[in-house]
Structure formats: structure tokens, C-alpha cells
């Protein structure tokens, strides 16, 4: 494996270095003594491992971190540090990506071995680019594999997983560093907060490297960009076809209802993510009139008991959907059914009075006074 290293004391390269050529199949091949040359010169590397030390001129050992992936996100970072256990535990991705100083030639074999072994792993289940994953959204993050297997990612922390998410909502997009610091890390000084985000998008990079022929963050100076290749969105994949079809006919009508069950939740549902709700929300509202279409088409083409199922349904997922408690008002009506008008009317106002302190609209209103006084002239 090839080797580069990355301190700002020549000993410590020399040390470094004389330790790890005595390990079998090691090649350090370049030393820097800063980060602006480290950068300047890996780019035409062939590089297997980067060990760098945390304390850095002009950039901590963090950032660099970040900035390598970006050029070389397949490479293994290890961090050699001076820190006491306790306080590398805020920058520790796993157990063999840091060393302690002083460094012991135990240690490093056992971190070279780790590695190593990391790569055999990795040939046995890499995910091959020309297969497409399924991430899924509705509810909650879950990504599938070939075949529909479940890929488990242990998240380093819940701001790392929330990190993504972001940026997956935002995919193909410039997001600004600046707003991440002020979404994620308000309460910090500023130097704090970046290093804090440079730190969570080195965890990101590193919970996703199984997948990194399907995600790629790409880092400039103002943000990040998220590029997806060969992934299916379930999010994406149902707001295309709903969008993609305003009119439902027989022929399709089999077909909607099965991308219409790919909404299996709403948006990040289980999350209480304040960034998302204009979005779950937009969400939502394509979904109630997705399903009041669906609901309509089969009343008008005579199957009322699909039509109710689906108006039931709205119900349940939406309460406040005035038009579908409203339409099965009507369809009790037709059915002479005076208690199911009733009681469903009652459900409306109990839901609006204490979901939003409203009061049914006035033409319900209008309608059911009217129906109701029919009713009891019957």
C-alpha cells in the first residue's frame, strides 16, 4: 500500500516513516511538512493511506482530512495526534483511524492490518457502479441494495445522519457552508462551528464509502454539492409519475395506485427535523390531491366502495382534508344513510376545532343544514 504522511516536525515524519517501511507491502511514498503542499502534491498520487497530524499550520488536520477526500475519497485517513484519549474521541471516525503519539510500531501494524483487511471486505461486497441502490425517504432513511436488501449505516452521531439528509434534500445543489453552520451549530463561535462541520462531513464521507460510486460530495469554497449516479429516490421516483400523469384512465389506473403505495409515510416522518417540514409539507399536499383524484375517478367509474376505502384513507392520513370528509358525506347521502352523514360531519368539526380552531367552510356548512333538515322531514 502506498503512504503518504503529513506533520509539521521533520522527526516526526523520519520516525514515522522508519517504523512503517519495516511493516510488509508498505511504500511511503511522499512526506509534507505542511497542508498547502500535501494538497498540491497528491493530486497525481496513487495513494492508499494518508496519516496526518491534527495540528496544523494554516489548517488542522480536520479540514485537510475533508480536502483530501474531496481529491481522493477512496483514500484512508488515519490520524497521528498528541491528544489524550478523551479529547480524540471528538475527531475519532473508528478504532484503527488514529494513532497516539508516541507512535509504537505495534500499533501501526495493527492499523495497517485493519486496513487491510478493509479492502478484502470491501472487494467481497462492493456494490458495483452500474447497479442502482434505493434510498428511502418517506418515513424514514433506509437504503437498499440489490435484490432489496437493507443496507444498515451506523451513523457516527444523529448530526451526521441529519447532515446527509440535508444534503440529499438539496442533491445536485451548491448548499453554503455558512448555512449549515447557522442550521447546525448556532450556538458556537465561529471556528468551532467549522470545525465541527468539517468534522461531520468527514464522517458522512467515511458512513458512506461503501457507497461512493453512488454518492460523491464535492467541496468548494462556499459548500458542498451532493451528486447522486445510479440511484432511485423513492421520493423522487413517486413525484415524478404522479406529476407525470394529471389524468387517470383504465389503463393506467393499476399502475398509479402502485406508485401511489410507494408513499409509505411522509417525508422523514420520523425525524424531527425542522428543515424539513416546508418540504414534507409540499409533499403532503401532492399526495392529498393525488389521492382525492384516485378516490374520484373510482366513484365516477361506479366503484364506490374503492371510492370510500380511498376517501377513509385521506381521513386517517389527513384529517384536516375538508373534500374528502365532505365527499363521504355525500355518498352517505346517496345511500340514505343518515347516521354515517351525521357522524362523519361531526368528525370534521371535532378535527378542525381542535387541529386548527376552524369551523367546517360555509358551503359544508350550507349543505348539511340543508340535507339535514330533508332528512328529518323524511
Partial sequence: MNIILVDDEQLALDLLENRLVKING???????????????????????????????????GLELAEKILEKKPNVNIVFVTAYDEYAVRAFEINARDYIMKPVKFDRLEKTIARISNQYVNNEKKQILQEENIRVNVFRQLTIEAEGGRIENIPWRTAKTKELFLFLLQHREQLVRKSLLIELFWPEHELEKAYSQLYTTVYHVRRKLKKFSEHFQISNTTEGYILNLTNVIL????????????????????????????LYTGDYLQEYDYLWAENERYRLQCLWLQAALKVAGFYYD?????????????????????????????????????????????????????????ETPSSSVQKWFNEWNKISIGR
Fill in 26 to 60: 508498505i511504500k511511503v511514498i511522499d512526506k509534507f511538512l505542511d497542508p498547502i503542499s500535501c494538497l498540491e502534491g497528491i493530486t497525481d498520487k496513487q495513494v492508499d493511506i494518508v496519516f496526518l497530524d491534527i495540528n496544523l499550520p494554516e489548517m488542522n
Fill in 234 to 261: 423513492d421520493m423522487a421516483e413517486w413525484e415524478n409519475y404522479i406529476n407525470s400523469h394529471s389524468t387517470l384512465n383504465m389503463e393506467i389506473i393499476d399502475e398509479y395506485i402502485e406508485k401511489m403505495n
Fill in 301 to 357: 367509474h361506479g366503484d364506490v366502495e374503492k371510492s370510500i376505502i380511498w376517501y377513509l384513507n385521506i381521513c386517517s392520513l389527513q384529517p384536516e382534508a375538508e373534500e374528502s370528509h365532505f365527499a363521504l358525506m355525500k355518498i352517505y347521502a346517496e345511500r340514505n344513510n343518515q347516521l354515517l352523514v351525521k357522524q362523519q360531519y361531526e368528525k370534521l368539526k371535532k378535527v378542525l376545532k381542535e387541529e386548527l380552531n
